[in-house]
């Protein structure tokens, strides 16, 4: 072999030495910056309650949620009326929803609709449909419905969820059932 050879892949293999040291010093930088990333990774960031900026809120479970809906459903079933029922929670997200059987497509949307009128004011929608005719305008807020029919749920004073029942033949017998629902939760 002579000097010319030798030179040449000596220089060949230091060079690809020095290519996988740098690749692979590529992959640890960006392995390193992903797991940096990770939310996972990151020590939580926890709020400072004496502050004043935190505040607790009472929610419905999903237990008390169904027992309210099925204790209104009863009621209903009981006075041979076919309903649907819907409970929101205190922001008027829906936790439960029981459609009767035999009750009418329209129902249950009604359902709901009075559910989150009612937990949205904190009253009764009887009480509520009262107020339209000083407050026309209220009936056009979207997802409302100011029919008699839908009972808030109230813990010390504040709302944490509405009942709405829909599709017996008045909203007295609607609200009846829902305020049922209420009762089985002991309010």
Known sequence: MNSKSISLRTRLLVGGIAAVAATAGVVGV????????DPATKAPV?????DGNLQQSTHLTIAAATKAAQAALDAAQRDNQRVSVAVVD??????????????????????????????SWNAPTSKLT??????PQLADIPGTLFLGGG????????????IGVAGAPSGDLDEKFAQAGVAALGG
């Open 46 to 50: 926890v709020a400072d309650a004496s």
């Open 130 to 135: 009262e107020r339209l005719s000083s407050a």
């Open 151 to 162: 009972a808030p749920v109230a813990a010390q004073g504040a709302p944490v969820a509405g």
């Open 30 to 37: 960006v392995a390193s910056n992903a797991e940096g990333t």
């Open 90 to 119: 205190r922001n008027g997200n829906t936790l439960v929803q029981l459609r009767g059987d035999g009750a009418g497509p329209q129902s249950y949307d009604a359902a709901r609709e009075k559910a989150f009128t009612a937990v």
